[in-house]
């Protein structure tokens, strides 16, 4: 989630003639070199402890008017959440008339532990996804299709190879009809 974060905020702030002011609300103040990637890719960090959605839980009121209060203060054009487990900050933008934005990466048809944690079913998900955001960002097109969104964009994962090279992979080459030993 971090990654993709700082990928996004990448993204946006290289964005030709588009000058965004991005506030940035983080749950925690835990890791500092983190933080500091994030702060240099936003106008504002604001720290708010929030949590994801579970679907035996009430939407706690208390985050949602923080958010509102936040949305007041930067009068931003949209609320953008990087995951699809946050609902607290859509309620907070559709109350304030703000296009809630939501970078969905979960396929809960294929994740069944992260399903135990939301303690839903995998459909429940993309229901709350489709009853709180105004337009889905997926990562895939198999991804835009298990979340039914009416408005979604595919905007793929981006890979940097340079993250890869410290891996140390085998030198051996294969022969064809030969298995690799792990």
């Known amino acids: 989630a971090e990654r993709s974060l700082l990928d996004v905020l990448s993204a946006l702030s290289s964005l030709p003639n588009s000058p965004l002011n991005v506030v940035t609300v983080l749950p925690s103040a835990l890791n500092q070199d983190y933080i500091e990637a994030v702060r240099q890719q936003s106008t504002e960090v604001v720290f708010l402890p929030y949590g994801w959605w579970h679907a035996q839980q009430s939407v706690f009121e208390a985050t949602v008017a923080r958010i509102e209060q936040l949305i007041k203060h930067y009068c931003p054009s949209w609320v953008y959440t990087n995951t699809a487990v946050l609902c ?63 408005t979604t964009t595919v905007v793929p994962n981006i890979v940097d190879p340079d993250a890869f090279a410290g891996i140390a992979l085998p030198s051996a080459t294969l022969q064809p009809g030969t298995r690799p030993r792990l």
Do not use: M
């Open 88 to 150: 607290e900050p859509l309620i907070a933008a559709k109350r304030q008339n703000i296009t809630a934005l939501v970078h969905a990466r979960e396929l809960l048809t294929h994740d069944p532990e992260l399903c135990t944690l939301l303690g839903c079913e995998p459909q429940q998900l993309a229901i709350q996804v489709q009853a709180t955001a105004d337009q889905l960002i997926a990562n895939s097109h198999f991804l835009a299709t298990a979340y039914q969104h009416d």
